[in-house]
């Protein structure tokens, strides 16, 4: 029997390894839509919420007073640490109407957690970027892009009808902490940046959704389109931090260190927020559960390199 080399031996080894870890890290899409076909959202409202062939984009009118919403639910719920990003185009947000994306419960209450929430917010005709978070015991965090919005000491930063945005939330589990970044699609410079921390838990989230759903004021619209949505399951950030005690020593916990969102701005401030204890609300009946569109993900690169670097390998060991 002819045995292969040693060194052959080893790089598979090495080879398998890789394509293991990969396994192990690489980060998992639960849902992504380009709105290119009808994505499966589930509505209770199809005159405010529908897919628009047309353009190839999620319509949505938020009106207050409707209870409206649409919904995509997870075939599971998630917990673990997580990126939600899309497109926004705003076409008409009235004064004291707000634009309303997050992920959260069956319920689709944009005053209940566990949620995390971005909202083109005009309350007060002030076209404001939002980020509100809301744990499982409704302790509530919340920064808005001006000056004394949630402890906020950066510059005001508003939005435009009309202007299309790009928004990405990551929740950190470890660091208790949910960040927001916003472009512009002619910018990769973040036109808004920023995080809040969060007291209370952030499990078991069921549904991406646009609400109106606790809107306060009856009849104030907020109308446009979504686009390019995706939520990744973060598999290569620690949700828990994990303690190694010993028989000698005091158990001590471990953190990674702090993770900064995407790129740095000329806007800096404390998030640190006191918590707000909301009041308690009467969900609506869960949704119907919908038919998920999967967006088939990149090609995974790391093994490819790892069978290119093996088989060449090989090759020249065939011409010595």
Not at 170 to 182: C, F, K, M, N, Q
């Amino acid at each position: 029997m002819v045995f292969p080399p040693n060194h052959m031996v080893l790089k598979l080894f090495v080879f398998l390894a890789i394509i293991s870890l990969y396994s192990v890290y690489a980060d998992q899409v639960l849902y992504s839509s380009d709105f290119s076909e009808d994505p499966g959202w589930k509505t209770n409202s199809e005159t405010s919420f529908y897919h628009d062939e047309e353009s190839g984009r999620y319509h949505y009118l938020i009106e207050g007073g409707t209870g409206s919403y649409a919904s995509y639910q997870l075939p599971d719920a998630y917990t673990g640490p997580f990126t939600l990003e899309f497109d926004v185009t705003p076409a008409n947000t009235g004064t004291k109407s707000s634009f309303r994306l997050g992920l959260g419960k069956e319920g689709m209450d944009s005053q209940k957690g566990p949620l995390v929430l971005a909202e083109l917010y005009n309350q007060n005709d002030e076209h404001l970027f939002s980020l509100t978070a809301i744990s499982k015991e409704n302790l509530r965090s919340q920064i808005l892009s001006m000056p004394g919005k949630g402890s906020y000491s950066g510059k005001t930063i508003r939005f435009a009808d009309g202007t299309t945005y790009h928004i990405k939330m990551t929740w950190y589990p470890l660091d208790e902490r949910v960040s927001i970044t916003v472009t512009t699609p002619d910018s990769k410079l973040p036109l808004f940046s920023h995080f809040v921390t969060v007291s209370g838990k952030m499990e078991d989230f069921t549904n991406l959704f646009l609400t109106s759903i606790g809107e306060g004021q009856n009849g104030m619209k907020a109308e446009g389109y979504i686009d390019n949505i995706s939520l990744t399951a973060l598999t290569s950030v620690p949700g828990t931090t994990e303690a190694t005690p010993t028989a000698t020593e005091t158990p001590e916990i471990t953190l990674v260190p702090t993770i900064v969102p995407d790129a740095p701005i000329e806007e800096t401030g404390t998030a640190d927020l006191e918590p707000e204890i909301l009041p308690e609300r009467t969900p609506l009946p869960a949704p119907p559960t919908p038919t998920p569109t999967q967006k088939a993900g990149n090609l995974p690169v790391l093994p490819i390199i790892a069978v290119l670097t093996l088989f060449g390998s090989v090759s020249l060991t065939r011409r010595r």
